[in-house]
């Protein structure tokens, strides 16, 4: 495949990791060798088949007919392929959007929930334009891990019924009162289902470790639907519960928009796009370090959102890159956006061909699938470390976890989002200090006295402030004025280790600086780092007779 795009893009300057410029024009301008072609038809292919069990699976469970599922990895995979910022992304359904589509689906139905999706396409795409692809990779590993924990043990949970066979009509949707419901009838189990299930959950988590032939939740679907197929077991299927399924792609169709709906639909859109943006970056970052590659998040938000407003119209639910698919797909030998074409188009030939096929799985082992997905996804080990870590993170990583749990996801990002960033602030005070410093050696400051330190007059006390100087750690200098006594003529506020500073902690450094004066004393303050100069000489207290560039510069105009 040669050079099919010729030039420079961004007013002849070659895309950078901040372009709009999408990853598959980018390479298409390079050049993909015919060698390389052929090892990302061969990932596409491979990750097609592992992603048809997932979209089926992922569809159904959250609350939706199995096609809507096959659906959204169709759009989804090929808008992210064609425009994302990630050379190896693929993108679909995923089973962290499980608990958040079923919980909007059983509230505003499913017409809400396509608008919601809508909605959310909108918000991911701006958050491209506007940018902030950095800022969601600062998000708190802690919380990151505590909701995708949580995820998967109410993903779990879910399935319960269907892994079991358990007669129960009708499940509650919340987990406490879900659990107390499934405990009564565990002794009611069907012996037929749930060794479909176990077999199918087996074949899912340990098959890769014997062979790559084949997937292991597509190996579960062959064995499990010829089981049911050919010795006629009695247990529930897709066709059963959901009826004969469409090969068709359906007509795109929106309903209409209006203000109340937007009032209405405005937190969940939120919630899919915060969890959507956030999970395709993840995915992104893991597939750089697998690739040695480097993602373009703006472009790679403008796609997710574009998929996202696109599997809307055509009815689907919520797009995200897909972390595991991603994986197999690099580990496949995909190493461009061909394979996620790929993918998408063996999703779409499969559908048109074959679909009502689908209608044989049994329930059984979809849901054997989805609990194998649920342990994948979440990272015990590191959860596990946590209790031997630092009690802050381990708070967030708990309070997290317990809320997505047992409230919603909603309010589990909120809240730990909230309680990371107080943690952080609170240690960022902690490491804000400020002392005095006496000279030879007298006494220390919490880095090395500097040389520039010694054989200061004795008249001049300095104090050296290290630490960014913010709101959270003003209160730590009420009392510096203690310090200054009577035979000190000279006070120096030295700021060399002062890496930023807020609104709150220029009003304090303002008083303290006001208090000195009154006190008859000349005050300077010194060492200031460029960051910190740009917001004092915005202040009209902050004058050249206040400011000095070191304790040189002090010494010479105090000895005048």
Same mark, same amino acid.
């Given at each position: ?37 052929? =090892? ?255 993602? =373009? ?264």
């Amino acid at each position: 495949m040669g050079f099919l795009f010729r030039g420079r893009f961004n007013d002849g300057k070659p895309p950078t990791e901040e372009s709009l410029m999408p990853k598959f024009f980018s390479l298409l301008r390079e050049g993909i060798s015919g060698a390389q072609l052929r =090892r990302d038809v061969v990932a596409g292919l491979v990750v097609g088949i592992v992603a048809l069990p997932l979209a089926i699976a992922f569809g159904i469970a959250s609350g939706v007919t199995p096609e809507k599922g096959l659906i959204t990895a169709i759009i989804g995979g090929l808008v992210v392929a064609l425009f994302g910022g990630s050379r190896v992304q693929i993108g679909g359904p995923t089973g962290a959007f499980i608990i958040i589509v079923a919980g909007i689906i059983g509230k505003y139905g499913v017409d809400g929930l396509v608008i919601a999706t809508f909605m959310a396409g909108i918000l991911i795409m701006l958050m491209g334009l506007l940018r902030a692809g950095k800022l969601l990779k600062y998000f708190p590993h802690t919380v990151i891990t505590g909701f995708t924990a949580g995820i998967a043990i109410v993903i779990f949970s879910t399935q319960v019924k269907d892994l079991f066979g358990l007669p129960v009509q009708q499940v509650p949707a919340g987990f406490l009162e879900k659990w107390a419901v499934l405990a009564k009838h565990l002794h009611q189990l069907d012996p037929v289902t749930t060794a479909l299930g176990v077999a199918s959950l087996l074949l899912s988590l340990f098959l890769a470790r014997f062979t790559k032939l084949l997937p292991g939740p597509m190996a579960a679907i062959l064995v499990c639907t010829a089981a049911v197929y050919f010795l006629k077991l009695p247990v529930e299927t897709i066709g059963s519960r959901f009826g004969e399924i469409s090969g068709k792609l359906p007509s795109p169709a929106l309903q209409p928009i209006t203000l109340d709906t937007i009032r209405e639909l405005i937190n969940p859109a939120i919630a899919i796009a915060l969890l959507g943006s956030i999970e395709s970056l993840l995915s992104a970052i893991v597939a750089d370090g697998m690739i040695g590659g480097r993602h =373009r998040s703006n472009m790679e938000l403008v796609a997710q959102g574009g998929a996202n407003m696109l599997s809307a119209l055509f009815g689907g639910i919520p797009v995200t890159g897909a972390i595991a698919r991603t994986a197999t797909n690099v580990n496949n030998g995909g190493r461009t956006p061909v394979s996620g074409i790929v993918h998408a188009l063996t999703l779409l030939v499969i559908m048109l061909v074959a679909a009502p096929l689908a209608a044989l799985i049994p329930m059984a082992c979809l849901a054997g699938i989805l609990v194998a997905v649920a342990w994948n996804m979440g990272e015990w080990s590191y959860f596990r470390s946590a209790f031997k870590g630092n009690r802050y993170d381990l708070a967030v990583l708990l309070v997290t976890f317990v809320l997505t749990v047992v409230f919603d996801l909603v309010l589990a990002i909120e809240v730990g989002m909230v309680l990371a960033a107080f943690i952080f602030m609170k240690r960022m005070a902690d490491v804000t200090d400020l002392r005095p410093v006496l000279g030879e050696g007298e006494a220390s400051t919490t880095r090395e006295v500097d040389l520039e330190l010694k054989g200061l007059p004795k008249d001049m006390l300095v104090f050296e402030i290290t630490g960014p100087l913010f709101f959270g750690a003003a209160l730590r200098f009420q009392h510096v004025m203690k310090e200054v006594s009577d035979a000190h003529r000279v006070v120096v506020l030295r700021m060399k280790y002062v890496p930023l500073i807020d609104a709150t902690g220029i009003k304090r450094l303002e008083d303290m600086v006001g208090g000195i004066r009154k006190g008859k004393r000349t005050v300077f303050i010194t060492d200031i780092v460029p960051e910190v100069a740009r917001e004092l000489v915005q202040q009209p207290w902050f004058t050249p007779e206040v400011h000095a560039a070191d304790l040189a510069e002090v010494v010479r105009r105090t000895s005048r």
